[in-house]
């Protein structure tokens, strides 16, 4: 299912062909349909095929691969056009037609690319690289797994984040992971259900009727508020794939008589958003959350290496006395057998704006600038040790790595040497003597990546991933990096919480108990 090359100026027709048909759809029809396809390709044919006629055999895979692939990425952009196109009197496209459902997907990636093209003089190439990798590689990476709802449970769901939801809402993160997972796991099966009846054995699992609603309230809304609220967050001038999406904050939709019946075109979505969107529920408590949800990604990322890597000597940030007043370490110092300094990781946790993500000059978002100032303060430590102010010794080949929560890097290597001109404008201004010869190249990693990297890593496939990281591929997916690492590597390994996970959310606990009682 692959579209024709389009013209810059077939642009307006197509634009219009793709608004007349999303028009003519129904909607309930329409994000069923949506669930469909996604259904089909995710190993669920079973359940797709009562919805869907025509389609090839083929076109049920277990993946995003294939000849007939309609990725989830595209399901999501059409869910959110449909909800911003007014609708026509005539509901006449054939939700059900698997020949019909090709022409629009066809459609659509005309049109993508078409806008592309129209932008192309003012778009680098390697810009829109990485809005393609923002837009693809969570989706490729999948919303469902230990790390997310552990590191989410984590970081969200202690201290300052979970007393403002608590004070906020009267609700629990384990509660709504809770609601979150139940809501998993009868939209896998189904595409709408009634959620007052179908939901009705959560309430065994100490889930009240009035914790339900505040949860669902939370990532749930009816058709018609998310029609206005998709319109709103639709209008910036950006390319169509890259516009914001109404279900990273609401991926169930309440439809029918008196919005009664629950629909999710995209179920993984509602995993997304009772772990990594947790940010939502918490965002309104100000600094002090803020403040918290620094504190618990160092914690969460100096825990992963010594749980991954135990042989291996981690510290964590810690004061040191300079001439100008005390000075803070990098968040995180990997020691090598003679107890120097090998690895120092400064973390970052800010979050991504919509502008830092798919707009079309990410580096000037002011996320960059938080960056920047990460690898100045490696420079800055770096310096220290060499004068001796640092109480901390340093191997010869010490090396450097700027660590975030969010995917900052996704296929943005142009974005690192912005970040490094930046650094280098904040260390000439610093009053702290910074020399060029202090300045070491630095490496750059998501979260993700590393917890990806440290199931297979030894010490020294790290430390060489961080070095090929921080050369001629810096801003190269780090997990990738790794695999070109010629250091021994171990048989993959066992993600180290889940044991720890019944204890921040005890559903799960519980869950895994039912698990050890079976036969």
């Known amino acids: 299912m692959v579209a024709t090359a389009a013209r810059i100026d077939q642009l307006p027709g197509l634009r219009t062909s793709l608004s007349k048909q999303l028009s003519a759809a129904d909607d309930v029809a329409f994000l069923r349909m949506l669930w469909t396809l996604n259904a089909l390709q995710t190993g669920r044919a079973a359940e797709a095929e009562r919805f869907l006629n025509g389609y090839p055999p083929t076109a049920a895979t277990e993946g995003i691969l294939g000849p007939?692939?309609?990725?989830?990425?595209?399901?999501?952009?059409?869910?959110?056009?449909?909800?911003?196109?007014?609708?026509?009197?005539?509901?006449?496209?054939?939700?059900?037609?698997?020949?019909?459902?090709?022409?629009?997907?066809?459609?659509l990636r005309s049109m993508e690319g078409a806008e592309y093209l129209a932008r192309r003089e003012d778009v680098s190439i390697l810009v829109e690289l990485g809005r393609i990798g923002a837009r693809q590689f969570s989706w490729q990476r999948g919303y469902v797994g230990l790390p997310p709802l552990y590191r989410s449970a984590f970081i969200y769901g202690q201290g300052?984040?979970?007393?403002?939801?608590?004070?906020a809402a009267n609700l629990t993160p384990s509660d709504m992971t809770l609601v979150g997972f139940s809501l998993l796991?009868?939209?896998?099966?189904?595409?709408?259900?009634?959620?007052?009846?179908?939901?009705?054995?959560?309430?065994?699992?100490?889930i009240t009727r009035h914790t339900l609603q505040q949860t669902l309230e939370r990532i749930s809304c009816p058709i018609a508020v998310a029609r206005a609220q998709a319109a709103d967050l639709r209008a910036m001038e950006i390319a169509t794939a890259y516009k914001p999406s109404i279900l990273r904050r609401y991926p169930c939709l309440l439809v029918g008589h008196r919005a009664r019946t629950m629909i999710a075109p995209l179920p993984d979505l509602i995993m997304d958003r009772v772990t990594n969107g947790l940010f939502y529920d918490v965002v309104g408590g100000g600094g002090a959350v803020r403040d918290e949800v620094g504190r618990k990604f160092e914690s969460y990322a100096l825990d992963l290496l010594k749980q991954m890597l135990p042989a291996v000597l981690f510290h964590p940030e810690s004061s040191y006395r300079t001439p100008l007043g005390p000075i803070a370490t990098p968040d995180i110092l990997m020691h090598d057998r003679d107890g120097a300094v090998s690895l120092a990781i400064e973390c970052k946790a800010s979050r991504m704006s919509v502008a830092a993500r798919f707009g079309?000059?990410?580096?000037?978002?002011?996320?960059?600038?938080?960056?920047?100032?990460?690898?100045?303060?490696?420079?800055?430590?770096?310096?220290?040790?060499?004068?001796?102010?640092?109480?901390?010794?340093?191997?010869?080949?010490?090396?450097?790595?700027?660590?975030?929560?969010?995917?900052?890097?996704?296929?943005?290597?142009t974005i690192i040497p912005q970040i490094l001109e930046r650094a280098h404008v904040l260390a000439d201004a610093s009053a702290h003597a910074i020399s060029r010869e202090d300045r070491l190249p630095v490496a750059f990693c998501t979260i993700s990546e590393l917890e990806d990297v440290l199931r297979t890593a030894t010490a020294e496939s790290l430390l060489e991933t961080v070095e090929i990281a921080s050369g001629d591929r810096?801003?190269?997916?780090?997990?990738?990096?790794?695999?070109?690492?010629?250091?021994?590597?171990?048989?993959?390994?066992d993600y180290p919480f889940q044991d720890a996970l019944g204890d921040l959310l005890p559903w799960y606990g519980r869950l895994q108990d039912l698990g050890d009682d079976e036969p």
Not at 160 to 167: D, F, G, I, M, T
Request: proline residues 6%.
């Open 68 to 107: 007939h692939a309609i990725y989830p990425w595209e399901l999501e952009t059409l869910a959110n056009e449909l909800l911003t196109i007014p609708k026509s009197v005539f509901q006449t496209f054939d939700c059900r037609n698997w020949n019909a459902i090709g022409d629009l997907v066809n459609l």
């Open 160 to 167: 300052e984040c979970a007393a403002y939801l608590q004070q």
């Open 185 to 206: 796991s009868v939209f896998y099966p189904e595409p709408r259900i009634r959620p007052a009846t179908d939901m009705d054995l959560i309430h065994e699992w100490g």
């Open 360 to 413: 079309e000059a990410p580096g000037e978002d002011r996320g960059y600038e938080e960056i920047a100032k990460g690898v100045m303060q490696l420079w800055r430590f770096y310096a220290h040790s060499r004068l001796g102010i640092a109480p901390r010794r340093l191997s010869d080949d010490v090396k450097l790595l700027i660590l975030t929560l969010d995917e900052w890097f996704a296929g943005r290597a």
């Open 474 to 493: 810096v801003g190269w997916i780090f997990s990738s990096l790794h695999q070109d690492a010629e250091s021994p590597k171990t048989e993959p390994k």
